[in-house]
């Protein structure tokens, strides 16, 4: 998968669990600062893109949390 298709993706779960709406999910979103995602939210969407990738379990950071360096982890850890 490219990065497009990686963040094409991470937006249609994100977009589908957090009940947004397409155009709020953006490079630059911090998934809880700007899209509102809660603790438990993050588990469940950690799970989600474990299953979607078929990658293992992302280890939340400052810096993952915002949409384009997550994209750059799943695309790190699917290239293993």
Do not use: C, W
């Not at 630059?28 to 969407?45: C, F, P, Y």
Request: charged share 25%; hydrophobic share 45%; net charge negative.
């Amino acid at each position: 998968m490219n990065k497009d298709q990686i963040f094409n993706k991470v937006s249609e779960i994100l977009t589908t669990y957090l009940r947004l709406a397409p155009d709020e999910v953006q490079p630059e979103s911090h998934i809880v600062n700007d899209l509102g995602a809660d603790s438990l939210a993050m588990v469940e969407i950690g799970f989600l893109f474990t299953e979607a990738f078929e990658i293992p379990m992302i280890n939340p950071s400052e810096k993952n949390m915002i949409i384009k360096y997550l994209v750059d982890e799943i695309e790190a850890s699917a290239a293993k």
